[in-house]
T-cell receptor, first 114, second 111 residues
Framework: SQTIHQWPATLVQPVGSPLSLECTVE??????LYWYRQAAGRGLQLLFY??????ISSEVPQNLSASRPQDRQFILSSKKLLLSDSGFYLC?????????????FGDGTRLSIL | QKEVEQDPGPLSVPEGAIVSLNCTYS??????FMWYRQYSRKGPELLMY????GNKEDGRFTAQVDKSSKYISLFIRDSQPSDSATYLC???????????FGKGTKLSVKP
């Protein structure tokens, strides 16, 4: 069966520090991968998605970037965090090459910027 | 008009009640519909995945789609305190598998 792992579960970082959040998927090949941010009362905001290694699409211009160095690994990064980067970050995967399949989520990283 | 609209609640019901959660959407091209359940501090978990109009039942949960009205519902029978969570509807949009999510309805089932 497929599983998705995200870490860390919680993170407290000072303003201006770098960020690296990692997500890995097991049990499937060539998945579509997604990064979302969920702010209180604002729903799920799609940040990035990837349909293959090295292929990243950005949905919202911002202080963050994403990379996909391996088929089942997706990384969310920032060089300098802002207070507005606080939130709950979720990684998800779906079956590749089938646009109507549901997405499956990890348990998220709660990021607090001080 | 937003593509997907969902009443955020909160919705509070007594244990054993029938719960009705709803979303409306504006794009008549949507054909697949999903419901997710999200517990506090956890990621959303897929509950129901349906195609086109009609009903789909899974245990105490029934998903209903009315494409003519652009309206989808999730019914929970014999609700339990463990059903207390936020419920999100979602629909695929575009060719890359991106989902449009409702903002979620927060449900509380009181013992």
């Amino acid at each position: 069966s497929q599983t998705i792992h995200q870490w860390p579960a919680t993170l407290v970082q000072p303003v201006g520090s770098p960020l690296s959040l990692e997500c890995t998927v097991e049990g499937t090949s060539n998945p579509n991968l997604y990064w979302y941010r969920q702010a209180a009362g604002r729903g799920l905001q799609l940040l990035f998605y990837s349909v293959g290694i090295g292929q990243i699409s950005s949905e919202v211009p911002q202080n963050l970037s994403a990379s996909r160095p391996q088929d089942r690994q997706f990384i969310l990064s920032s060089k300098k965090l802002l207070l507005s980067d606080s939130g709950f970050y979720l990684c998800a995967w779906s079956v590749g090459q089938n646009s109507n399949q549901p997405q499956h989520f990890g348990d998220g990283t709660r990021l607090s910027i001080l | 008009q937003k593509e997907v609209e969902q009443d955020p609640g909160p919705l509070s019901v007594p244990e054993g009640a029938i719960v009705s959660l709803n979303c409306t959407y504006s794009n008549s091209a949507f054909q697949y519909f999903m419901w997710y359940r999200q517990y506090s501090r956890k990621g959303p978990e897929l509950l129901m995945y349906t195609y086109s109009s009609g009903n789909k039942e899974d245990g105490r949960f029934t998903a209903q789609v009315d494409k003519s009205s652009k309206y989808i519902s999730l019914f929970i029978r014999d609700s339990q305190p463990s059903d207390s969570a936020t419920y999100l509807c979602a629909m695929p949009k575009g060719s890359q598998g991106n989902l449009i999510f409702g903002k979620g309805t927060k449900l509380s089932v009181k013992p």
